[in-house]
């Protein structure tokens, strides 16, 4: 009877061996993917969040819908973090969308996608799923803030590198905590990421990423327009805002008529509205280059008058914050 009762309790445990049954599927690869045209925070929140699901034994890689720009590169190579692969098409895979939850920004084959999860700290744009999924969004000057909370609840330590990357992150966001999306999270959390990192000094990590941003010699003026550029869709019309944000704005000087005919090139392709914001870190402003179908729109969305193609922001310094929202409110 032996060898009958060893072959019954085969079959109860192990149905996938005997009887026919096939064996379990492994789970899903998840994609964690940014924005369009990534930023340090949209490639290291991909990292951070494609590990913690790792960590949480949740098959997930990071991918990013473009190449790192020089800021990033630096922030890799600085912590020894590999940049992900550059992927554009999602159809038929699990995605986890970070530092974004706009349909324009995200892949463009994502509806064909089952997303299953997005981490934020911008606006909600429009997103639809027929199934729920995991959503963690608030609002904070970084996702990469939001993505240490959800270390610290699931209980998971965060590798060195990634702490370094994710410091980097915040610092690069809130514009070394001046921008206006700033939060006391925000700051904390990049005290304690520096701990871990091995950083003393924020500031200057801060600085020497900004001063890596404003090195802009020899680059091509589209190229810079589309380093750090986001489209939307405002009351039925297509709207693109860049940014570049330099140490000192001496330095786009000599690139401004480039800039300016990149963003009328821009413009041509069935856009309303392109805005490039060219801001200043240390002064702590904007100087606004655009070219719209309706500049009087754009001058009371933003309460300043338009000079030679252009607005004087002082004070502004947030895209998210204290542009997107006041363009949004005029287009409707």
Request: hydrophobic share 50%; proline share 7%.
């Amino acid at each position: 009877m032996k060898p009958l009762f060893s072959l019954l309790l085969a079959a109860a445990l192990l149905p996938g061996l005997i009887l026919g049954a096939e064996p379990a599927k492994a789970p899903a690869e998840i994609l964690v993917v940014g924005h369009k045209n990534p930023d340090t925070d949209s490639i290291v929140a991909a990292l951070a969040v494609a590990h913690l699901k790792g960590a949480l034994g949740v098959p997930a890689t990071a991918v990013a819908q473009g190449p790192v720009n020089p800021e990033t590169r630096y922030v890799l190579d600085t912590f020894k973090l590999t940049a992900p692969a550059v992927e554009t098409h999602v159809a038929g895979r699990k995605v986890i969308l970070v530092d974004h939850a706009d349909g324009p920004q995200a892949p463009e084959d994502l509806a064909k996608a089952e997303l299953v999860g997005i981490v934020d700290h911008h606006k909600l744009g429009g997103l639809a799923t027929d199934k729920p999924l995991e959503v963690v969004m608030g609002p904070v000057g970084s996702t990469s803030t939001l993505i240490a909370r959800m270390y610290a609840a699931a209980k998971v330590p965060i590798p060195k590198p990634l702490a370094g990357g994710m410091l980097c992150a915040i610092l690069s966001d809130t514009v070394i905590f001046k921008s206006a999306t700033c939060t006391p999270e925000d700051r904390a959390t990049a005290a304690r990421l520096a701990r871990l990192a091995g950083v003393k000094d924020m500031g200057a990590l801060g600085l020497k990423l900004f001063e890596v941003k404003s090195q802009v010699a020899g680059v091509p003026a589209n190229d810079l327009l589309r380093r750090d550029l986001k489209t939307f869709t405002m009351g039925g019309r297509k709207v693109a805002v860049a940014q570049l944000e330099v140490v000192d704005l001496a330095i786009l000087k000599p690139l401004r008529k480039d800039l300016v005919k990149a963003v009328a090139a821009f413009k041509a392709d069935g856009y309303h509205s392109v805005l490039l914001m060219q801001t200043d870190i240390m002064k702590e402003a904007t100087d606004l280059v655009f070219a719209s179908d309706d500049p009087a729109l754009l001058e009371r969305a933003l309460g300043a008058t338009a000079k030679d193609g252009a607005l004087w922001l002082p004070g502004v310094m947030s895209r998210k914050k204290q542009v997107i929202p006041n363009l949004e409110k005029a287009f409707k």
